[in-house]
């Protein structure tokens, strides 16, 4: 055997070293975790490919602001770990709309909001979801802000799985895609996502009363100068609602009502728009009346 020889397996395993390192340093997963910490929050953790915390670690517990044990722990899971950040006192939560076993856009729609995405910092998830980023406004507390809102839309307040994980769908690699910057610069919480998330049941929960959206002056404002531009679709469905909740009630005449206050709005909605919505909410104070009222 020539000295060239022997010097050979030793200059492969030398070049297999330089390039795990490599690929180690300049790992998507890690370049974003140590990004995260320099935007305040706090990472943590989850197998390869799922939304599961490793068996042997402590889950959302184990998320860390400190860049070196973020480091051992990607020394000890993998390089290419998913991610997921603690949203526990940051100020930040999630709005989380489901496209897979329910639609949460079509349920946002049909209670009359609609969100921009161009204009927030959101990730596409892997079933073509999106979570949403906000600042909960100071005024607000976290703690009373409930979870589930809509079919398919839910509020995350405690933890959430970022880009660039990945996830395995139907056999095949999909990944969390982010848009809009950095999430500690995402924008404040509309009005209507912070009244949606607010209006809980009161009396121990054991009723199902609403705390309404507009006060009655209000609704008398609308009745005489017509529905607010922005306001449009969510105060038409707040109105309908309203009177559709009172018992024996002709629907005919409220749809009647409605379409009389569109007509006296500065920009008055489309008649098949005034329909989808008015639908919408008959259906939902139907569906109401099923299980017991208001």
Known sequence: ???DTKKAPEQKFGDQVQETQNNFISSDFIIKSHELVQQGFKVYLLAQGTNVPYKD????LDATNDVYKLTDMFLKYGANSNIAISLVDTGVAVLDIDKHSTNGFQSLIQSGHTLNLDNEVWEMT???GAHIFFKVPKNVSVKNLKHNLLDGVELLTDKVTVAP???LVDGIEAEYKHFGGD??????MPDWLVKMASNVATGGNKQNKRVPRYSIDQRINMMINGFDVGERNNQIMSFAGWLLSIRNIDPNLVYELVQKIN?????????KEVNTIFRSAYNREVKRASMGGR
């Not at 999430?183 to 404040?188: A, E």
């Open 263 to 271: 007509s006296y709005s500065a920009v008055p909605l489309p008649d």
């Open 183 to 188: 999430i500690s610069q995402c924008s404040v």
């Open 126 to 128: 892997p079933r073509s």
């Open 1 to 3: 055997m020539t000295e």
């Open 165 to 167: 994980s990945i996830k």
């Open 57 to 60: 670690s402590n889950a959302h």
